[in-house]
């Protein structure tokens, strides 16, 4: 089976730990969908910097082809991060250099895999009518999605995705049934430690959570759907394709960062960074008021 991660990708620097890894949601189910057997490929633009440059040696190490994976002059996209307790509290993030125009030759390649994965926070979603002409399509769109603007896209995709750790079970549910009335061929909510729904034809499965010492959620959503993904195209039944992405996620939750590879940064010049950013919108908050 052959996965491409086509979008964003981003280093997610921990300031509390003045250490960066290497993550986003197409990158993420690359090398999850790798290490669970797949051939993987990630389609996106890197930077040049420090962070640019890990984040292609973590691919490369991962054993992901990349080379469809471009590297620009300029920065990486970043992420950062505070712990509170063990999840995951977003300050800022610059993604521009990760935002790109997909060309014709790259929307081509795409025929090689069997499925090509993005979501949310990549440029792609505009271009899932073309990308699904060519190989079947999975789609994340997180946690904050828009659920009207969700619906014309669900019946190309091949596994709609959904965070849905703010939804209750019957939320949930009637999201998965929603998804599938609007087309999809799989839905998929993750719900945290409450486990995970997928529904396709043979109706909506519910598995729970794997109970393990949390150290770092920052990955573990994209770890589930590394496994639906890799369990539906090698055959598995849904049971055993559910039981499968759990656990790869419960492994995910006992490392830092979504896959490791970190390495340090200077944190205290990103937090003397932030301070002068945040002292410059309050003079200008004054000037306007």
Do not use: K
């Amino acid at each position: 089976m052959r996965v491409l991660g086509a979008g964003d990708n981003v280093v997610d620097r921990y300031l509390h730990q003045a250490m960066m890894y290497p993550g986003g949601n197409a990158v993420n189910v690359a090398v999850f969908a790798a290490r669970l057997g797949a051939r993987a490929g990630y389609l996106g633009v890197l930077g040049d910097d420090a962070a640019g440059r890990q984040i292609l040696r973590a691919l490369e190490a991962e054993h992901i082809d990349t080379s469809l994976t471009r590297v620009v002059h300029g920065p990486n996209a970043t992420a950062d991060v505070e712990l509170v307790g063990n999840d995951r509290v977003f300050l800022r993030s610059d993604r521009t250099t990760a935002l790109f125009d997909l060309e014709p030759e790259q929307l081509d390649a795409m025929a090689a895999y069997d499925v090509v994965h993005t979501g949310y926070a990549g440029p792609l979603l505009a271009r899932v009518p073309e990308i699904a002409e060519r190989a079947r399509v999975s789609f994340d769109f997180g946690s904050r999605f828009d659920e009207g603007a969700a619906l014309p896209h669900l019946r190309q995709l091949h596994l709609a995705s959904f965070s849905g750790g703010h939804l209750s079970e019957q939320e949930a549910r009637g999201l998965v049934g929603r998804a599938l009335d609007a087309g999809a061929e799989h839905a998929l909510v993750t719900l945290g430690a409450a486990g995970a729904l997928l529904g396709s034809s043979e109706g909506i499965r519910h598995q729970e959570a794997d109970r393990v010492n949390v150290r770092d959620t920052l990955g573990a959503g994209d770890a589930f759907i590394a496994g639906v993904l890799v369990g539906l195209g090698t055959g598995r039944s849904i049971r055993s394709t559910l039981v499968a992405a759990s656990a790869q996620a419960a492994q995910v939750c006992q490392v830092n960062g979504a896959f490791e590879h970190g390495i340090p940064f200077d944190a205290e010049a990103v937090r003397r960074q932030h301070a002068t950013s945040d002292e410059s919108n309050d003079d200008q908050e004054a000037v306007t008021a």
